[in-house]
T-cell receptor, first 115, second 113 residues
Framework: NAGVTQTPKFQVLKTGQSMTLQCAQD?????MYWYRQDPGMGLRLIYY???????DKGEVPNGYNVSRLNKREFSLRLESAAPSQTSVYFC??????????????FGQGTRLTVV | DAKTTQPTSMDCAEGRAANLPCNHS???????VYWYRQIHSQGPQYIIH???NNETNEMASLIITEDRKSSTLILPHATLRDTAVYYC??????????????FGKGTHLIIQP
């Protein structure tokens, strides 16, 4: 089972460059998320997509855009990378049931350095 | 979501039970308690969740106090592979869609050989 797959695993960008982080899940989940994690900190939500065709801002959306391409794929784009965006990025997916929230499954992360 | 308070770090001897506390004194009646852990450099992993009854699965047990203002995650026989940061998260069901989890800094559990 692949679960949540993120590409690339590592990336170095120069300030001002753009790139797209890819995420795909094979569990037929409705909801997908992008988080960032800075050293020594917990994860912070950037954007989420509760279902195919919808996206919403999380806690730290500035400098990012997202696309829910289909039910499987949710991409995160940095239009003009800044050193402050150096972080580890995690994608996750989940499928809210009728009561409560089921577990969220996380990818292995993309380690991004902006120089 | 209600705020949670966890110790920054804890040690536990290998083979012993690890008991990780979490305070959530402002929890609302419809909020669940979730536990995740993050092993170094990996994505977080779901452990267990509960509303008001104690819960047990193959990984851990969750004990929630009767007033629901605190809880304890118990790893019954800790191994070195359980060394990780453990996050206690309080979360309500969001109705039409799941708008993500709020992670604090968690507890760094170190299992000593």
């Amino acid at each position: 089972n692949a679960g949540v797959t993120q590409t690339p695993k590592f990336q170095v960008l120069k300030t001002g460059q753009s790139m797209t982080l890819q995420c795909a899940q094979d569990m037929n989940h409705n909801s997908m998320y992008w988080y960032r994690q800075d050293p020594g900190m917990g994860l912070r939500l950037i954007y989420y997509s509760a279902s195919e065709g919808t996206t919403d801002k999380g806690e730290v959306p500035n400098g990012y855009n997202v696309s829910r391409l289909n039910k499987r794929e949710f991409s995160l784009r940095l239009e003009s990378a800044a050193p402050s965006q150096t972080s580890v990025y995690f994608c996750a997916s989940s499928d809210p049931p009728g009561v409560g929230i089921t577990e969220a499954f996380f990818g292995q992360g993309t380690r991004l350095t902006v120089v | 979501d209600a705020k949670t308070t966890q110790p920054t770090s804890m040690d536990c001897a290998e083979g012993r039970a690890a008991n990780l506390p979490c305070n959530h004194s402002t929890i609302s009646g419809n909020e669940y308690v979730y536990w995740y852990r993050q092993i170094h450099s990996q994505g977080p992993q779901y452990i267990i969740h509960g509303l008001k009854n104690n819960e047990t699965n193959e990984m851990a047990s969750l004990i929630i106090t009767e007033d629901r203002k605190s809880s304890t995650l118990i790893l019954p026989h800790a191994t070195l592979r359980d060394t990780a940061v453990y996050y206690c998260i309080v979360r309500a069901y969001s109705g039409g869609g799941a708008d993500g989890l709020t992670f604090g800094k968690g507890t760094h559990l170190i299992i000593q050989p």
